[in-house]
Nanobody
Framework: LQLQASGGGLVQAGGSLKLSCAAA????????IGWFRQAPGKKREGLSC????????YYADSVKGRFTISRDNAKSTAYLQMNSLKPEDTAVYYC??????????????????????WGQGTLVTVSS
């Protein structure tokens, strides 16, 4: 499964961006899609995950209420709508895929090791 993330850019604090993750492969619609981000000097942080049919979504507390994950299986594309952006949201954003979402209790509910396929990152910069 090949993934390609896009949609990053420069935005002012309080603004919005919508990221896309295009999946290529005959079984793309059978995969859950997750979004992660990594800021300079920080570990990769899982943000959200959506099940293969789009019926179940999960969010990290850090983005709940501001970010919305969705997917359009007819286009084999998942999205991350990001609203009320803050300077601390500045990071490289990655999409990832695996058979299902795994949501763990604790500070970091998503683990990078649970996702077998990764796209290249797209840079989001939020200016103050």
């Amino acid at each position: 499964l090949q993934l390609q993330a896009s949609g990053g850019g420069l935005v002012q604090a309080g603004g919005s961006l919508k990221l896309s993750c295009a999946a290529a492969g005959s079984t793309a619609d059978y995969y859950a899609i997750g979004w992660f981000r990594q800021a300079p000097g920080k570990k990769r942080e899982g943000l959200s995950c959506i099940s293969s049919n789009g019926g179940t979504t999960y969010y990290a507390d850090s983005v709940k209420g501001r970010f919305t994950i969705s997917r359009d299986n007819a286009k084999s594309t998942a999205y991350l709508q990001m609203n009320s952006l803050k300077p601390e949201d500045t990071a490289v954003y990655y999409c990832a895929a695996d058979r299902r979402c795994k949501f763990w209790s604790g500070t970091y509910p998503f683990r990078a090791a649970d996702f077998g396929s990764w796209g290249q990152g797209t840079l989001v910069t939020v200016s103050s």
